[in-house]
């Protein structure tokens, strides 16, 4: 097999991709015009084997890759072009997009701030605990992607304005959490992509875990999307064979080393690189679950979703989760309304056989916790939404049903209302949420509907 060498693309070689002289003038300008406000890299594999340049700039991979005009509001767009036309300064056009930035919910409802657990009266900031299984780590080091989605709801870190504040390095840390906590059973590394680390960066931190015999610790879980933006990276990259004796060596300790990965389209599967690289991981002893949010322009349709489930198995992987999209960033442009997310979800997991239906959604990752939207019913002639949590905030919250008022418009959580004249869904009146989580330095915090980091690669 030959031998490719990662290369990303970004604003600055753009001119140097050759497939872009099919797109207008127009359409390259907004490429230019988005990308100093949203995230842009690609990586040559993307540009090489998965956009279909026939069918660009409407082509899904290259709406999930490259910036496209309406990513922007229209008067936001047409700021930064005059700007660009005028040919402003660097530190002129910064400004602006910082400007517009903010304006963009980078932070919704503060969630960087929650959920950071404590060791010893010290704040983890490179973590977060939320649902008392499973603890998430972000190791510094892994805090980009090999390309970047233009959904993503991590786009504020990408463009600098929130560092590295959310990350760690100590891996040592990780351990004795872990080892305080007997609670926690899942570990997920996450970021960006902790798999564009070298192996032996990720070793640091995964050896100490194995070595460290931790009773409690049954399943690490690695939030990915190399597999989609770089397969490489488990073939012919000089660590790839490195990398495998890491998730071998997970697997043979007994821990479960479950490889999350974050499939959007069922193109992504298709190239001899990802098949080749799911098998080698598979021989691992690793499993392979997916996930992947419901996108307007991408994926908002059953068929495609219904044909990548059954690729994923037939491939040996495991659909895990359908997400919804959350209101940050361009979500304007991908937003899918619950009730037609329901729709396709619903008409997708029909036309697939009882071995697909392990995925769960389409589910809400909200403060409260992920919400899924169950269905719509009509009970005594009144139309309404049964909604249930897959994961609370509160795990006594689990799979109780509740219902809101139908709302064909709504494409978020705090935008229903609790059907039959309730004031109030049943969680909002749980006065103390965080009981099992009590070890966190948080006093119970005020519930929040609005969407939160920590999500859909995970
Ligand atoms: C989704 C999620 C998890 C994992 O939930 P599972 O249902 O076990 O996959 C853990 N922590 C946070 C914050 C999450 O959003
Ligand atoms: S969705 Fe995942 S892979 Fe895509 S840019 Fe965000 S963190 Fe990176």
Redesign the pocket.
């Known amino acids: 097999m030959k031998t490719p060498k990662y290369k990303p693309y970004t604003l600055k070689n753009l001119d140097s991709i050759s497939q872009l002289k099919c797109l207008s003038d127009d359409e390259r300008f907004a490429i230019q015009v988005v990308g100093r406000v949203l995230p842009f890299r690609v990586s040559n594999y993307v540009i090489d084997e998965l956009i279909d340049w026939d069918k660009a700039p409407h082509d899904p991979i290259f709406c999930l890759t490259f910036p496209q005009r309406n990513m922007l509001k229209p008067d936001h767009f047409n700021e930064i072009a005059r700007l660009l036309v005028r040919n402003a300064s660097k530190e002129e056009v910064n400004e602006a997009a910082n400007r517009i930035r903010q304006q963009l919910n980078p932070h919704p409802a503060g969630q960087l701030e929650q959920n950071v657990p404590t060791l010893n009266g010290q704040r983890l900031p490179g973590m977060q605990h939320k649902y008392k299984e499973t603890v998430l780590f972000f190791p510094s080091q892994g805090q980009i992607?090999h390309a970047?989605?233009t959904f993503?709801f991590?786009w504020p870190q990408f463009v600098g304005m929130d560092e590295l504040k959310f990350a760690m390095r100590e891996g040592e840390l990780l351990l004795q959490y872990v080892k305080a906590n007997s609670e926690v059973s899942d570990i997920l590394f996450t970021?960006?992509?902790p798999l564009v680390m070298k192996a032996k960066t990720l070793a640091t931190y995964i050896d100490p875990l194995i070595k460290g015999n931790l009773p409690n610790l049954k399943t690490i879980r690695i939030g990915t999307?190399s597999l989609s933006y770089w397969p490489y990276k488990f073939l012919t990259d000089p660590d790839a064979d490195e990398l495998l004796r890491l998730f071998e060596r997970v697997t043979k300790s007994g821990i479960h080393l479950a490889f999350m990965a974050?499939v959007n389209h069922p193109r992504e599967l298709q190239t001899a690189a990802a098949q080749q690289a799911i098998k080698r991981i598979l021989a691992t002893g690793a499993q392979i679950r997916t996930q992947a949010p419901l996108m307007r322009h991408i994926n908002d349709d059953a068929n495609t979703w219904a044909d990548m489930w059954r690729k994923q198995v037939d491939l040996g992987m495991i659909p895990y989760y359908m997400f919804l999209t959350r209101d940050t960033g361009a979500q304007h442009y991908f937003n899918v309304p619950l009730v037609r997310s329901w729709e396709i979800y619903r008409d997708a997991y029909s036309k697939v056989s009882g071995i697909c239906r392990t995925v769960r959604g389409p589910s809400m990752s909200a403060g409260p916790g992920k919400i899924q939207l169950a269905g719509i019913a009509t009970i005594y002639g009144e139309k309404i939404m049964c909604l249930n949590f897959i994961q609370g905030r509160n795990s006594d919250w689990v799979h109780r049903p509740f219902f809101a008022e139908y709302d064909e418009h709504a494409v978020w959580i705090d935008q229903l209302k609790p059907a039959f004249g309730c004031e109030s869904f049943f969680f909002e009146n749980d006065s103390n949420p965080m009981v099992e989580l009590s070890h966190t330095s948080l006093s119970a915090p005020a519930i929040s509907l609005v969407p939160e980091l920590g999500g859909?690669?995970e």
């Open positions: 992607c970047y989605c993503c991590r970021g960006g992509d999307k974050h859909y690669a």
